[in-house]
C-alpha cells in the first residue's frame, strides 16, 4: 500500500467521523430538545393540576354529610364550614345535631343545617335531601360518611349485624348519592366523596360485617366515578386507616367485649398508629377539592393496600396467623357499646390522646336509639 493510498483511507475515515459526529450532535439535540419538552410537559402539567385542585373553591358551595353530628362526620363539617361552605348534617339523634350545628356556628361563620334521619331508609334520605334542596337551592358536594361498627369474631355476629352494616354503610351511600345526583347532572357539577375505609380494601379479623359492607361501598364508588364523568360530576373513594375520632366509644363489641374493645380501642388511640380526625378530616377535603380518584390515609394503610394488592393469598395467610392471637368465641352473641366496655387499662393515660378525641369530637352522648328498620323486629340467630 502507497502513501496514496493511505492518505486517500486517512481521509475517507476522517469523513465519516465527521458525519458520525454531525449524527451525534443532531440525535443528541433531539434527544435534549426531546427531555426539555417532556419535563416542560410535565412541569405544565403539575402545575395546571395543581390549579385545577385549588379552583374547586369550597367558599358558597352547600356541603351535604351525612353522619355529621360526631367523629370524623363531625369534622368534616367543621373543615368545610371553615372553607366557607353552607353545611348540611344528618344523624340519628336530634339533641346531637343541636350541640354539632352550634359548635360548627361558633368556630365559622357558615350556615349549618340539620335533619334527623337514619340513612338505610330511603324514604328518610330523599325527605333529608329535599330539604337541604329547597333550603339552599342546590347541593355541591355529597360525603357519605355514616357508619357503624361491630367488633367480634365471626361466631359472635349474627345475620342483623351483617344487614345493619350493609345498610348503614353500603344502602346509607346508595340512598343518598341517588338522591343528589340529579341535582348535579342537571348542572354538569358536582362532587361526591364515600368514606369507605382500608377495610373496604383487605378484610380484617373481628370486623368481618364491617369489611364486607365497605368493600360493598367501595366497589359501588369506583364504579360510580367512571359513569359520572360524562356529567362532570367527581367521585372520590376515601380508605381511611385508623384515626383517632373517640368513636370507638361508641362501637359495638361482641364475645370477649372488654378484651375486644381493649385492643380495638388502643389501635384508635395511639398517635402512631392513628391519625387525628382533623388531618384525616383536612385530607380528604383537599382530595374532593381536586377530584382525586381515591384516598388512602395513613402511611400504615397504604402499605397494607399495596401488600394486599400485590399478594392477598398472602395476606389473607398473615391475618389468619393474627386471628389466633385475637380474643376467642364464648358464645356470647349480645353486644355492649365501648363506653360500656372499658377497663382500668383503657381508662388510663395509655389512652389520653383517644380521650382527648373522644370530647373534642362529641363522642360522650347519650347513644341514639337502636336503627328502627326491619332488622330488629324480628329474631336474630
Known amino acids: 500500500m502507497n ?80 372553607q366557607g361552605a353552607s353545611v348540611a348534617i344528618c344523624a340519628r339523634d336530634e339533641q346531637e345535631l343541636r350541640r354539632a350545628k352550634q359548635t360548627i356556628e361558633a368556630g365559622a361563620e357558615a350556615e349549618v343545617f340539620t335533619h334527623v334521619c337514619n340513612v338505610s331508609s330511603d324514604d328518610e334520605v330523599r325527605q333529608f335531601i329535599s330539604s337541604v334542596v329547597a333550603r339552599f337551592g342546590q347541593i355541591d358536594v355529597l360525603i357519605n360518611n355514616a357508619g357503624i361498627i361491630s367488633v367480634g369474631p365471626v361466631e359472635s355476629q349474627t345475620l342483623a349485624d351483617f344487614e345493619e352494616a350493609m345498610d348503614v354503610m353500603y344502602w346509607g351511600v346508595v340512598y343518598p348519592t341517588l338522591a343528589a345526583l340529579p341535582h348535579m347532572q342537571s348542572r354538569q357539577e358536582g362532587r361526591i366523596a364515600n368514606i369507605a375505609s382500608i377495610g373496604g380494601k383487605m378484610s380484617v379479623p373481628h370486623l368481618l360485617p364491617y369489611s364486607a359492607a365497605k368493600f360493598a361501598a367501595v366497589g359501588f364508588s369506583e364504579g360510580l366515578r367512571a359513569e359520572l364523568a360524562k356529567d362532570g360530576v367527581k367521585v372520590t373513594t376515601v380508605c381511611p386507616g385508623l384515626m383517632r375520632t373517640g368513636s370507638h366509644l361508641n362501637a359495638y363489641f361482641k364475645g370477649k367485649h372488654r378484651q375486644e374493645f381493649t385492643w380495638f380501642s388502643f389501635g384508635a388511640s395511639t398517635p402512631l398508629v392513628s391519625i387525628d380526625a382533623r388531618r384525616a378530616a383536612r385530607k380528604i377535603i383537599d382530595a374532593i377539592r381536586g377530584g382525586d380518584a381515591e384516598l388512602v390515609i395513613t402511611p400504615q394503610a397504604k402499605l397494607a393496600a399495596l401488600a394486599h394488592g400485590i399478594a392477598p393469598g398472602a395476606i389473607a395467610n398473615v391475618l389468619g396467623v393474627a386471628n389466633r392471637l385475637m380474643p376467642k368465641a364464648n358464645g356470647d352473641k349480645d353486644r355492649y357499646l365501648g363506653r360500656d366496655s372499658q377497663t382500668a387499662l383503657t381508662r388510663s393515660f395509655l389512652q389520653t390522646a383517644g380521650h382527648k378525641a373522644a370530647d373534642e369530637y362529641h363522642q360522650h352522648r347519650e347513644e341514639p336509639p337502636l336503627l328502627q328498620n326491619h332488622l330488629f323486629n324480628r329474631e336474630t340467630a
Open 3 to 82: 502513501w496514496r493510498e493511505n492518505s486517500r483511507r486517512l481521509k475517507k475515515r476522517a469523513h465519516q467521523a465527521k458525519q458520525v459526529a454531525k449524527a451525534g450532535v443532531i440525535v443528541g439535540g433531539i434527544g435534549t430538545g426531546l427531555a426539555l419538552g417532556l419535563g416542560a410537559a410535565s412541569v405544565g402539567l403539575f402545575l395546571r393540576k395543581r390549579a385545577q385542585r385549588y379552583r374547586y373553591d369550597l367558599a358558597g358551595k352547600v356541603v351535604v354529610i351525612t353522619g355529621g353530628s360526631r367523629g370524623l362526620g363531625f369534622a368534616l363539617a367543621q373543615e368545610c364550614a371553615g
